[in-house]
């Protein structure tokens, strides 16, 4: 789990993952009052144990908007 402290546009060669799996988005505020986006993902459908959180992404306010402004822009 990590909350975000930086976000660039990456080189590397990458391509798309095959197995889906579901996510939820919560809001908590850290210890300084900073309001975070909290999302996770859970395991595939193929686990063989019941759904538990796999990874764990935060991000503030100015991360969350940098964000949603990638995420106009591409899409």
């Known amino acids: 789990m990590a909350v975000i ?4 546009l990456g080189v590397s060669s990458v391509r798309e993952h095959q197995t889906e ?4 988005y ?6 300084d ?6 999302l996770a ?5 193929s686990r063989k144990s ?6 764990v992404i935060q991000l503030d306010r100015q ?3 940098e ?7 591409e899409f």
């Open 5 to 8: 402290r930086s976000l660039k």
């Open 67 to 73: 964000l949603a402004a990638i995420i106009a822009r």
């Open 21 to 24: 799996v579901d996510a939820t």
């Open 26 to 31: 919560q809001f908590v505020d850290s210890h």
């Open 63 to 65: 991360f969350a908007l």
């Open 50 to 55: 019941e759904p538990k959180v796999s990874q």
């Open 33 to 38: 009052g900073t309001r975070l986006l909290h």
């Open 41 to 45: 993902t859970y395991g595939s459908d």
